[in-house]
């Protein structure tokens, strides 16, 4: 039997987390015709503009380590809001992914928020329809959109 866990992310898991975040970004670099080194330095690149920018937007977040058997597997980034819970970003390392980790991940959520009466807000990419979809599954709705995003919603109490 597996164990799953989060922990506060530390300084030292910076590697890691840059390793998951290339990971999981390569495939939008599949047919891009730059080297292997330009590459490298675009990922790393956003990797660094994507913790800025989200440590500037919700700057009481919680960054949380996900942990298989005591070994990181994935991110979980969380900001407390007035009345709500919000996922500021999920990823589970795509050699893990359709293992039911991010499905245990969101339903432990789902848990606390329930007994806390708040919704569940997150936002997606258009380009991302694998993720609207696994979000659609464990019952978050698009309540809005704009260009790039979904901003979608889970509550104990469907919107009508």
């Known amino acids: 039997m597996s164990t799953l866990a989060v922990r506060p992310a530390l300084p030292l898991d910076e590697i890691f987390l840059y390793e998951l975040y290339a990971a999981v970004s390569a495939p939008e670099f599949v047919l891009a015709p ?3 080194t330009q590459k490298e330095e675009l990922i790393r690149m956003q990797f660094r503009g994507q913790m800025s920018a989200y440590t500037q937007m919700y700057p009481n977040s919680c960054y949380h380590i ?4 005591g070994a990181p597997v994935g ?3 969380l900001a407390p809001g007035e009345g709500e819970f919000h996922l500021v970003d999920i990823a589970v ?9 991010g499905t245990v991940l969101i339903q432990l959520l789902q848990q606390e928020a329930a007994k806390a009466r708040f919704p569940i807000r997150s936002c997606v990419f258009k380009f991302n329809p694998g993720s609207l979809r696994f979000h659609q599954r464990l019952g978050f ?3 809005r959109e704009d260009e790039m995003h979904y901003y ?9």
């Open 93 to 101: 390392h795509p050699r893990l992914q359709r293992k039911g980790i």
């Open 75 to 77: 991110r979980l980034w």
């Open 34 to 36: 730059i080297s292997a």
């Open 152 to 160: 979608i919603e889970w509550r104990t109490v469907p919107l009508l």
């Open 66 to 69: 996900v942990l298989l058997d």
């Open 141 to 143: 709705a698009i309540v």
